[in-house]
């Protein structure tokens, strides 16, 4: 199976900052990488698909890059709503795997 | 509205069963791949299988060793899941996802709000 790490696991940020997440396959996964945000008590979403496509209605500030085995998520501007978990996911190939998730909190 | 409504979830006892059911609505379910992902608590998210738009292929999370069996009734548009010989570590959050619609390598485009799974004794 295909393993993800994140880093970090968590990051404390203020409104207006600029936050970088990593995520990294055991493999090659092309760019087959998802990311998701989830918020207490709520369902994920979908943020950004193919490595660095943003999902309908994903608002500009943020934006994914990499491929192979490195990947990134940036929030340029941190806002408000930001503040949440956020998974990525290797979707190159059965079975999917998670990282073990990066929390975003208000410092 | 596309939406996704899990039911199902509840307290069962160490080795017992229970059948999570996914109701879907808004879209043509029949076009979709689904998936079934659970959170634990305290942990992050797990995805636990995969059902093709046909019903096959299927696939699962090599940690259930043949306990859980997804499935799915396009004509009733629901996805289910029974689980058997559930264990402690099975308590979670099982949240029901649809595939992008596009390739399974898009990700999970539209979640329901997740069936919470108790197991203990």
């Known amino acids: 199976d295909i393993q993800m790490t994140q880093s970090p696991s968590s990051v404390s940020a203020s409104v207006g900052d600029r936050v970088t997440i990593t995520c990294r396959a055991s493999q090659d996964i092309s760019s087959w990488l998802v990311w998701y945000q989830q918020k207490p008590g709520k369902a994920p979403k979908v943020l950004i698909y193919a490595a660095s496509s943003l999902h309908s209605g994903v608002p500009s500030r943020l934006s994914g890059s990499g491929s192979g085995t490195d990947f990134t998520l940036t929030i340029s501007g941190l806002q408000p709503e930001d503040f949440a978990t956020y998974y990525c996911?290797?979707?190159?190939?059965?079975?999917?795997?998670f990282g073990p998730g990066t929390k975003v909190d208000i410092k | 509205e596309v939406q996704l409504v899990e039911s199902g979830g509840g307290l069962v006892q160490p080795g017992g069963s229970l059948r999570l059911s996914c109701a879907a609505s808004?879209?043509?379910?029949?076009?979709?791949?689904m998936n079934w992902v659970r959170r634990a608590p305290g942990r992050g998210l797990e995805w636990v299988s995969y059902?093709?738009?046909?019903?096959?292929?299927?696939y699962y999370t090599d940690s259930l060793k043949g306990r859980f069996t997804i499935s799915r009734d396009n004509a009733k548009n629901s996805l289910y899941l029974q689980m058997n010989s559930l264990r402690a570590e099975d308590t979670a959050i099982y949240y029901c996802?649809?595939?992008?619609?596009?390739?399974?390598?898009?990700?999970?485009?539209?979640w329901g709000q997740g069936t919470t799974v108790t197991v203990s004794s």
């Open positions: 059902i093709a738009s046909s019903g096959s292929p299927i």
């Open positions: 808004g879209f043509t379910f029949s076009s979709y791949e």
């Open positions: 996802a649809r595939g992008d619609g596009t390739t399974y390598q898009y990700g999970m485009d539209v």
């Open positions: 996911q290797q979707a190159h190939s059965f079975p999917f795997t």
